[in-house]
């Protein structure tokens, strides 16, 4: 054999190991169509039941994924429950808001009635928050799945999620962290078109923006008619009365109107006012909040969502597959 020949033979073969152990590591559409072949169709009618029952559970199940990923990445940590010794993410500061823990558990019990052992919960979590988008009209768009689940679930980990009153550098460091770019923050910023937030996540807009704690300091990059009017939701720094939508009139509805909210100066965070700080997501927000490119929001939503549904998972015999969510086995 020509040498030449030989080591391309040598070459290929190797190639083709690696490429054999990447996919074993490498999350796909397919992964449980021999073990669970109707594990999306189950979801589906499932989260079909959950959403008519209750429209305004999409958010939060969206945001329940965005929280598991961000943290030890996307492998279900964010549904254990504490522990007699340990603190677990659901229970930290910023968890007085997270909601949909009751239907993740309803939607794992139908999956272990017909595959048990199989689907794990980060799949599961990840399959509902697409399927909260589609049935919030929002865009569908194939899942990945072959994730396993963590068995660590840690309260002092949140502080690496991004903050409300995050500027540009800081939400962009943390996007970073996680391989998602400048591009992805604005894009998947736009899930603030669903779901709404309580008074302590903006109030330092309205009463202590620069720490005079004073009813005039207010954050002047929010629109003045705006900011008056949040103040009648949002009575003071720690009121937890009442919710805002982030889109106000069409929060059930995955859209691009929280575009033009924030184009108008009436984003509700100070990270969603922050993405007209900077020259890449300024062009992006206000392009987008022409109405005119509603299909290019979808599609780049769903890739940001396809690249934040892989950060840090655990794949092949890594990790668990859970019986129970809230729950190691
Ligand atoms: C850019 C950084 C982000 C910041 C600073 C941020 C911050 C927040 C805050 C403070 C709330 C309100 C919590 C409350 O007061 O109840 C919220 C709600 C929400 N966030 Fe974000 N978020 C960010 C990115 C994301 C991403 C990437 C997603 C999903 C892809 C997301 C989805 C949601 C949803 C759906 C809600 C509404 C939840 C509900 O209705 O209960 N957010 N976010
Ligand atoms: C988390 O929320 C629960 C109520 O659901 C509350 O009792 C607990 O103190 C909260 N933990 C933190 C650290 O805020
Ligand atoms: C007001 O803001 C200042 C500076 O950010 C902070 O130190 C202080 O705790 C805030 N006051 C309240 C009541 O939250």
Redesign the pocket.
């Known amino acids: 054999m020509p040498t030449i020949m030989k080591c391309c033979l040598v070459l290929s073969v190797s190639s083709l190991a690696v490429l054999l152990a990447a996919a074993d590591h490498q999350l796909r559409v397919d992964y449980y169509s021999k073990k669970c072949p109707n594990v999306e169709v189950i979801v589906r009618e499932e989260m079909e039941k959950i959403i008519s029952a209750a429209p305004?559970l999409a958010?939060?199940l969206?945001?329940l994924?965005?929280h598991d990923c961000f943290v030890r990445g996307c492998d279900a940590s964010v549904l254990l429950s504490s522990t007699g010794g340990n603190m677990a993410e659901r229970d930290a500061n910023p968890n007085k808001?997270l909601?949909g823990f009751g239907s993740v558990e309803r939607v794992k019990a139908k999956l272990e009635a017909a595959c048990p052992n199989t689907v794990s919960c980060a799949d599961v979590l990840t399959l509902m928050a697409r399927d909260a988008v589609v049935l919030a009209k929002g865009p569908f768009w194939p899942v990945t799945l072959g994730r396993r689940d963590g068995r660590v679930s840690s309260a002092a980990e949140t502080y690496q999620l991004?903050?409300?009153n995050?500027d540009i550098p800081v939400?962009a460091k943390i996007f970073a962290s996680n391989g998602l770019d400048l591009k992805d923050?604005v894009v998947?910023?736009g899930?603030?078109t669903?779901?709404?937030?309580?008074c302590?996540?903006y109030a330092d807009r309205l009463y202590n923006f620069t720490g005079k704690n004073s009813a005039a300091d207010v954050d002047p990059s929010l629109d003045s008619e705006y900011a008056d009017k949040l103040k009648n939701k949002c009575r003071s720094l720690t009121d937890m009365s009442m919710?805002s939508e982030?889109d106000p009139g069409s929060y059930k509805t995955f859209d691009t109107s929280y575009y033009r909210h924030v184009v108008k100066r009436r984003g509700l965070?100070y990270?969603d006012a922050s993405l007209l700080t900077d020259a890449t997501t300024r062009d992006y927000v206000q392009r987008i909040a022409t109405g005119k490119f509603d299909d290019e929001f979808f599609r780049d939503f769903s890739e940001s969502?396809t690249k934040?549904g892989n950060v840090g998972v655990l794949t092949g015999d890594e990790g668990e597959i859970r019986k129970k969510c809230y729950v190691i086995n």
Do not use: D
Request: aromatic share 6%; net charge positive.
């Open positions: 305004s958010g939060p969206l945001r994924h965005f808001s909601r991004p903050p409300a995050g939400l923050l998947l910023s899930a603030h669903l779901g709404t937030a309580h302590p996540s919710i982030m965070f990270s969502m934040m």
